[in-house]
């Protein structure tokens, strides 16, 4: 039997077992505990974000569940472990609820792991392999989360400090700022007074919405349904006034979808962000990356004289308004692997092929 009659078989159907070998590919730890690949040769099974060398194709069958592989005479690999992958879930899932229920602002990780009954090795290795944080940070962005939520309510900013357990304002004035891209009583105001226009184009990775002011391109979003990426726009900046763009920044929107085809950049794009001073580096930094080659984490650190703010790099990128404008899809983990993407790791890789194309 070739691979999609496996499949099938198994009731998988032809584009299941595409979109489960993208996943594969992009090590896409999202679909982690969707399903697990089984290597024929090997008689291995591993999770799609297990970071060992990807098999060819042609050995690879795919099962819904770790049981279904086993009854099949597969083993897991020791590597990623993935028959302990919907355990870690289900922890992480248990631990997550406490954080986002406690006020304390720091984390105990051994207090954490006694209340939930387990190591804290244990839970250490559940939150990376769920997560890709640890406990400490993950709670830190719950935190802001809610602290975000808050002041889009329109409650005071002492308030929302408060309750979100922030011991003085100076915390959370600096660790809000590299979340928010902004002070949180300009947050708080929710853009008002902002006039942001929008545009959304067909691409090759689906829909691109491009958002601007009359200063410059201020959002790059990518997604499949329209009325999503308005209101992620809209959920940003609920006090900002929105509307559909007229044709004044159209070619801003096709030089964008130009350089998601791969394209070499024509036009210098202007930008209006808010951001930190170091979130701004970075993004600069980002920029001079060139088209169809990749750094790591750790690499933009070093280039910009802060070799230990490896994680603060990431939450850069991860921040990042603008993709493709500032082309944080070019940065990668230390062992080649790609690491999250707002937009999908579908996507990144996707961009990352077309740019190598184009440069070969």
């Excluded at 939150?127 to 830190?140: C, D, I, M």
């Excluded at 304002?169 to 902002?194: D, F, H, I």
Aim: glycine letters at 8%; hydrophobic letters at 35%.
């Amino acid at each position: 039997m070739n691979n999609a009659q496996i499949n099938l078989a198994q009731n998988i159907s032809a584009h299941a077992a595409a979109r489960y070998w993208r996943a594969t590919l992009a090590r896409d730890s999202r679909a982690d505990g969707s399903f697990v690949l089984a290597v024929r040769s090997t008689r291995i099974y591993c999770r799609p974000s297990c970071p060992a060398r990807r098999p060819l194709r042609r050995n690879v069958t795919f099962f819904r569940t770790r049981e279904e592989a086993e009854k099949q005479g597969y083993r897991p690999c020791l590597r990623c472990r993935p028959n302990e992958i919907s355990g870690s879930v289900a922890l992480v899932q248990r631990a997550a609820g406490h954080l986002a229920e406690s006020s304390e602002e720091g984390v105990r990780l051994g207090t954490l792991a006694r209340t939930l009954g387990t190591t804290q090795a244990t839970l250490r290795r559940a939150f990376l392999q769920v997560t890709g944080l640890n406990p400490r940070e993950l709670a830190e962005a719950l935190r802001i989360k809610k602290f975000k939520a808050m002041l889009r309510s329109g409650k005071s900013i002492t308030d929302a400090l408060y309750e979100t357990g922030y011991g003085s304002s100076s915390r959370v004035y600096e660790r809000s700022n590299a979340q928010l891209g902004m002070t949180p009583g300009a947050y708080r105001k929710g853009g008002q007074g902002m006039k942001i226009g929008y545009s959304i184009a067909k691409s090759p990775l689906g829909k691109v919405l491009v958002a601007a002011t009359e200063r410059g391109v201020s959002a790059v979003y990518l997604g499949d349904a329209e009325n999503t990426l308005v209101a992620e726009l809209r959920k940003e900046y609920p006090r900002a006034e929105i509307a559909p763009a007229t044709d004044s920044f159209q070619r801003w929107v096709r030089e964008i979808v130009q350089r998601i085809e791969g394209k070499q950049p024509r036009l210098e794009l202007p930008l209006d962000l808010q951001a930190t001073a170091f979130q701004r580096r970075v993004w600069q930094e980002l920029q001079r990356i060139p088209r169809g080659r990749t750094r790591t984490y750790a690499q933009v650190a070093r280039s910009l004289g802060r070799p230990k703010a490896v994680r603060a790099v990431a939450r850069a990128c991860a921040t990042n308004p603008v993709s493709i404008v500032v082309p944080c899809h070019r940065v990668i983990r230390e062992d080649g692997a790609l690491a999250g993407y707002r937009w999908g790791l579908s996507r990144k890789e996707q961009l990352l092929a077309q740019e190598r194309a184009a440069r070969d």
